[in-house]
């Protein structure tokens, strides 16, 4: 008797083990239908995969984090998003890295102070493609400054394009240059068409590009972005009025 009574003690508790894993196993085909459902109803989006993939890969990767140094993931996805300063200052922390920038958005100017060396490297780097246009194909090595910053400043980001002033400076008065040093001057003045020649085949129009030099420091380059507005007879009257 006792033997029969432990082997019915026994059969009891297989029934109520069978009986949990098989709730168990509903649970798990109710979830996986539900994430199914999920998945199907879902879209992708290339722009925002790709930030889940770089931050993998920085993650997961020395030899990544040692290439971005003083740039953040944040940085290198930003072009397409936002104020147009704020997608012009992260191109330059991008491509440029060491710069002086300051930015009102209530006047509508940006200056970007740097060196002449680093902003001419910049503009004559091969194999240069737009960024906002090929966001997956963007890598922290890759050369996409002039065909970026010409695609940012010419949309109508906020209400209007974006005019870039640059100005190149010279160790002396450029009248007294004439006189006393041509060459010197005539050099500067290649370099500005040269600047304008790269800007104007990135489709840049010439509305929005002012290039000249002054007296100052030869090793840095001055650079103002302002919104562009265009010349109205009525405004300008109303203005002279004004003063």
Known sequence: M???RRRRIRQQGGTSSNAGQMMN???FIMLLAFFIVL???SSYEEIKSEKVRRSIQITFSNEAKEELGAVTISELESFNEGHTFDRIDALFQAQIVTFDSQKSKSTGRMNIQLSYEKFMSAIQAGGQYDATRYPSRREIRDNFFLPTLASIIRANI???PTRME???HVPDNPAAMHNNAPEALK???DVIGEVARALMDQRLPEKLINISYEKGDP???DLSFIKYVPFSPVIA??????Q
């Open 237 to 242: 009257g109303q203005e002279e009025e004004a």
């Open 219 to 221: 090793n840095i380059v």
């Open 166 to 168: 640059i100005t190149f």
């Open 25 to 27: 196993l509903s649970l």
């Open 2 to 4: 006792a033997f029969r």
């Open 158 to 160: 906020d209400g209007a």
């Open 39 to 41: 998945n199907s109803l």
């Open 187 to 189: 050099e500067k003045i």
